[in-house]
């Protein structure tokens, strides 16, 4: 499916988002680079609770994920705030109370 989007719309450097709705008010964003795809997805929870235990897994899966141990694993990155991918979409799309969780998948190793 990716190999077809075309995201090269450049604007300050940066790669336009490709905004993908998979349900009313969720959405995930895909950033097509050269030689890397990132999916960006904002967290959005309903208990308070929930956005407590997803903040702290989150944060767990970032230390583990760019360990060395798992070197070959997409790199993964948990923030509060939207990455800079990101500037430039509807605010109302990004308000999210579990941040925003991030997977980079090089191009190199994929076979088409």
Not at 23 to 47: C, D, G, W
Not at 70 to 76: E, I, Q, R, S, T
Request: neutral net charge; aromatic residues 10%.
């Amino acid at each position: 499916m990716l190999m077809n989007v075309n995201s090269q719309d450049v604007a300050q450097g940066m790669y336009k988002p490709i905004k993908l709705v998979y349900h009313p008010r969720e959405q995930f964003y895909v950033i097509k680079q050269s030689q890397k795809i990132t999916a960006v997805f904002p967290m959005l929870f309903k208990e308070k609770t929930d956005v407590i235990i997803a903040t702290a897994f989150f944060q767990e899966l970032m230390d583990v994920a760019n360990s060395k141990a798992c070197a070959k694993a997409p790199h993964c990155i948990w923030s509060p705030i939207p990455p800079p991918e990101l500037r430039g979409e509807a605010i109302e799309d990004l308000s999210t109370n579990g941040g925003f969780v991030s997977f980079g998948i090089t191009l190199s190793p994929i076979k088409y």
